[in-house]
């Protein structure tokens, strides 16, 4: 299991000490693996972006209009965290029903 997040985030850190076995990956400082970030927006599309974060809120119209994946990738704060790949697939958020999938 691999967490995709950022050090500075609580939830990230949350999710990180309840999940046993996991990999944390700083998206920040190492960046996305080859086809991740493409396989999560095909399977969460505009969720993956955190429309009520500053940073959001702080881009210009120009940047909003990118892709999901081009603005995730110049802007990785901007995206809803934390990314956890399992082998079963991709889980976005720490929510409740993230929580039962991968504790359960």
């Known amino acids: 299991m691999i967490i995709y997040g950022l ?6 850190r949350t999710a990180s000490k309840t999940l046993d076995g996991m990999r944390f990956v700083d998206i920040r400082a190492e960046g996305f693996p080859e086809g991740l970030l493409e396989r ?16 959001w809120r702080d881009l ?3 940047e909003r ?8 990738r110049r802007h990785p704060t901007v995206m809803k ?7 079963a697939g991709l889980h976005l958020g ?9 504790e359960g």
């Open 7 to 12: 050090t500075t985030c609580d939830t990230c």
């Open 40 to 55: 999560a927006a095909e399977t969460f599309g505009a969720a993956l972006v955190n429309r009520r974060s500053r940073t």
């Open 60 to 62: 210009p119209e120009e």
């Open 65 to 72: 209009a990118l892709s999901v994946v081009e603005l995730v």
């Open 81 to 87: 965290r934390p990314l956890i790949e399992t082998e």
């Open 94 to 102: 720490w929510t409740s029903e993230v929580r039962r999938a991968l």
